[in-house]
């Protein structure tokens, strides 16, 4: 396993789609494997490949407080949507930036798991939220996206002054 190094807003790549994977074999198994332990020491709750520019279809994802209920979406897709609910997202490639944005509140996905079976998965609350901004991560679209171009331009001067500040050192 290994650490990458995940990618901060505005970096274009970012913004690449990613493509669907198409047989589960042991590249795509070290990727995983690569994200968690990524996700993990980066303290988050879900990471995208693309956020570690691979722009391939693969999300993680573990909300649960003890860090040990990890989720692997394949190929992930959104299969039903229900209610709206806002809530305070933050992420990775946006580091010490929250904002409230909408998604919906409960979800029914389906994707492959880290053998490439088909699975279903109805999520609530934080996973459901968690599990959409990871996918929109795999459609090159960030939770700034949500909010004000107001307040995604102020972000973004932050975040690039902080990323020349630290190429300085």
């Known amino acids: 396993m290994a650490l990458l190094d995940i990618l901060h807003f505005p970096d274009p790549r970012l913004r690449t789609k990613a493509v669907a994977v198409r047989e589960v074999d042991s590249g795509v198994v070290k990727l995983v494997d690569d994200l968690l332990e990524t996700m993990y020491d980066a303290v988050g709750i879900g990471l995208a490949a693309t956020q570690v520019n691979v722009h391939r279809r693969v999300v993680v994802v573990d909300v649960s407080e003890d860090h040990d209920q990890p989720l692997v979406l394949i190929n992930p897709e959104l299969i039903e949507l229900h209610g709206v609910e806002e809530m305070d997202e933050g992420c990775l490639s946006v580091p010490g930036f929250y904002e409230t944005v909408s998604r919906a509140e409960r979800i029914r996905v389906r994707a492959l ?39 995604r331009q102020r972000i973004r001067k932050k975040l690039e002054k902080l990323e020349k500040s630290r190429q300085k050192k």
């Open 113 to 151: 798991n880290q053998q490439g079976e088909v699975f279903e998965l109805e999520a609530e609350d934080l996973l459901a939220v968690c599990i959409q901004h990871e996918i929109d991560h795999l459609d090159g679209k960030l939770f700034v996206d949500y909010i004000s171009s107001l307040k």
